[in-house]
């Protein structure tokens, strides 16, 4: 674990492995660990930076209005921070959206854009959720039980509750473990969230973008898919069955091989054996 001075801020952040840079930002109420299914396979090819952003993990967490689009700019000066000029970015649901951002803002800092259960712009459907998810952090006291009695449910198929119980505490237990994310952090980003509208700057994405959605993801569904595919010039999608929010639990082996595939396709072969950190 490092840490490392942005925009006034202490932002904590791991790195792992060797070659090219790839940043992977978290989503809503997770912190750098929570790919930590992918960086196992990912280290092998790509130098893997995974960050806590502003109000989550054990990064610094201001008071003030979070935003997406703030998120991106705190990404795009922690990688100037680190010393690194153009990275592969991936995110998902919160991390895609911010992986937009950064994409669309900072397009010459972006070698290739993975976004993963992403949305172009939070809708009334998606609104709703998070407002439910709020009250529940509010009534429990607990962002982490929260994210176990009120999100799993909207991130995995049933079938994975059913077969496999023991995947799913086991997956409980990992987010107890991990630093816990203050109420109002959690409102701050949450909010964010549900402000969310990037829609009108992808056409200023120049990055090959690939796109996955989980077959049975209703949170950010295949709905999503139009406004990128058209807004985006150099698009990939792949659709993970038999997966709902959250492929890269569900779907791990299949998931880590077709995202690698992707990299690797605009990767320079040459590695990079050094970055700040």
């Known amino acids: 674990m490092s840490k490392i001075k942005v925009n006034g801020l202490n932002f904590n952040y791991e790195q792992q492995g060797t070659g090219e840079p790839l940043i992977l ?10 790919y930590a299914f992918q960086v196992a396979d990912y280290a092998k ?6 960050l806590d952003l502003r109000g989550s993990g054990e990064t610094d967490k201001p008071s003030g209005l979070h935003s997406t689009e703030l998120y991106a700019d705190d990404v795009s000066s922690f990688m100037q921070a680190i ?14 959206a911010i992986g937009l951002w950064l994409a669309s803002k900072y397009p010459g800092k972006v070698k290739t854009l993975s976004v993963h259960s992403p949305f172009t712009k939070t809708d009334l459907f998606m609104n709703r959720i998070l407002e439910g998810w709020q009250l529940m952090a509010q009534a429990l006291g607990s962002v982490q039980e929260m994210t176990i009695l ?17 995947y799913i ?24 969230v549900m402000n969310h509208d990037v829609e009108s700057q992808l056409n200023r ?3 090959p973008t690939l796109m996955t ?18 807004n985006i010039p150099n ?35 040459t590695k990079v054996s050094s970055i700040t950190g």
């Open 213 to 230: 959605f989980g077959q049975y993801d209703q949170i950010t569904s295949v709905r999503f898919a139009e406004p990128l595919k058209g």
């Open 150 to 166: 009120g999100i799993f449910p909207w991130c995995f198929t049933p079938e994975l509750f059913i077969k496999q119980p023991d």
């Open 83 to 96: 010393g690194v000029e153009r990275a592969h970015v991936m995110g998902l649901s919160l991390g895609a």
């Open 45 to 50: 090819h790509f130098t893997c930076i995974s």
């Open 205 to 207: 994405i120049t990055a």
């Open 235 to 269: 698009t990939e999608m792949i659709v993970f069955g038999d997966a709902a929010h959250t492929p890269i639990y569900e779907q791990v082996a299949e998931f880590n091989e077709r995202t690698i595939a992707f990299m690797q396709t605009h990767s320079d072969k």
């Open 25 to 34: 930002i978290p989503y809503l109420t997770g912190d750098n660990a929570c």
């Open 169 to 192: 505490e086991s997956l409980s237990a990992f987010v107890r473990s991990r630093p816990v994310q203050p109420l109002e952090a959690f409102r701050q980003q949450a909010n964010a």
